[in-house]
């Protein structure tokens, strides 16, 4: 059978720099260090959580630019999204930068989607930079597809923070002692029957799972293969069930396993199951793992971001939620 979905960049597009913003609560988390950018409140200094969270995009795409000696005017093609009705904030940050626009979705596997987006523009000689992201704000998403934050509302173990954070990556054509995007996989979109928006990692683990098979399968690699395999927000809840899937797929040693969502705020139980949103993978990948493979720690990396595919609604008209994972590869030429 021919495996659908696969990708593949022969002249490995290159990361050639990155940019993360965070909100203050953010600082608790154990990757906060790695972040370039951190404000002292949730709304950046604007009038709403929305403008805050815009102005946090905004933020991180200028720094990835900056470390590259460049500004919006030399890039390309801009592709980013968030969680946001009609990604609302990404729009009016588009707006602030004039670089060509492509919204993208897919809810909080945006981090990857964007990447894989930017590499083939890349890889199709059509971009020699690109600007690929995603964030979150976790007043603003709260309010849209739960309760706002001045409800109090009590959640249980198995719901997830949404994070304040936004991540930018600067991709062109392949320059050496950068990470290089060298495979991926787009995910299906599947639905287990779930209901529940408090508890988004059980929902998203079934489909973190069919990417990694079908990446595995698909370009004829295995987990040994990788310093690391990261997934994007699936949480200590979700996180077990995927285990437990990859378990029945024939997979037992999962060392080089982890998870964005459940390491980004360490063990803290004030935040449950661990972490959420479009800027958590984004986040975590563009700091730390990126990091990582720069210092030559990792040297081949496989990130699976992960996104639930429910709008306010479908959730309010009972609907499943339909999931998502794509998945990249990256290297150290």
Same mark, same amino acid.
């Not at 709403?48 to 805050?52: D, H, V």
């Not at 030559?296 to 992960?306: M, N, P, R």
């Not at 499943?320 to 990256?330: D, F, G, K, S």
């Given at each position: ?36 950018k ?9 009038d ?5 969270h ?10 990835a ?8 005017a ?51 000689g ?19 597809? !739960?309760?706002? /934050? ?5 959640? %249980?173990? =198995? ?5 304040? $954070? *936004?991540? &930018? ?13 060298? !495979?991926?996989? /787009? ?5 287990? %029957?779930? =209901? ?5 990692? $059980? *929902?998203? &683990? ?78 975590v ?49």
């Open positions: 059978m021919v495996m659908k979905g696969l990708l593949t960049f022969p002249s490995t597009p290159s990361i050639v720099a990155t940019g993360v913003t965070a909100g203050p609560l953010e600082k608790k988390s154990p990757f906060h260090a790695g972040f370039d951190m404000y002292e409140d949730e709304r950046c200094g604007k709403t959580n929305e403008q805050g815009s102005k946090m995009m905004e933020d991180a795409c200028m720094i630019l900056s470390k590259v000696d460049k500004i919006p030399d890039a390309d093609f801009l592709l980013t999204g968030d969680l946001v009705n009609q990604m609302t904030p990404s729009n009016f940050f588009a707006t602030t930068v004039g670089i060509p626009y492509i919204g993208m979705f897919s809810a909080c596997a945006t981090s990857v989607s964007s990447l894989l987006l930017a590499a083939l523009l890349t890889e199709a059509m971009s020699k930079l690109a600007i690929a992201g995603a964030s979150s704000q976790h007043n603003a998403i709260e309010r849209q597809f !739960r309760y706002p /934050i001045e409800y109090g509302a009590q959640k %249980g173990d =198995t719901a997830q923070w949404t994070v304040t $954070a *936004a991540g &930018a990556a600067a991709v062109t054509p392949f320059q050496a002692g950068v990470p290089s995007i060298e !495979r991926g996989t /787009i995910g299906k979109a599947i639905d287990m %029957g779930m =209901t529940d928006p408090l508890h988004m990692g $059980a *929902a998203m &683990a079934p489909a973190a799972a069919d990417t990694l098979k079908r990446h595995l399968e698909g370009h004829g690699t295995s987990p040994s293969d990788y310093d690391l395999i990261m997934t994007g927000d699936l949480a200590k809840v979700g996180f077990s069930i995927f285990q437990e899937l990859v378990k029945n797929q024939g997979i037992s040693n999962m060392e080089n396993f982890s998870d964005a969502g459940m390491e980004f705020y360490g063990n803290n139980p004030d935040f449950m199951s661990g972490a959420s949103g479009a800027g958590c993978s984004a986040a990948y563009f700091s730390e793992v990126y990091k990582k493979m720069m210092d030559k720690e990792y040297k081949k990396v496989l990130l699976i971001a992960t996104g639930a595919l429910l709008s306010p609604l479908s959730y309010q008209q009972g609907e499943t939620i339909p999931c998502i994972a794509h998945a990249v590869e990256l290297t150290m030429k």
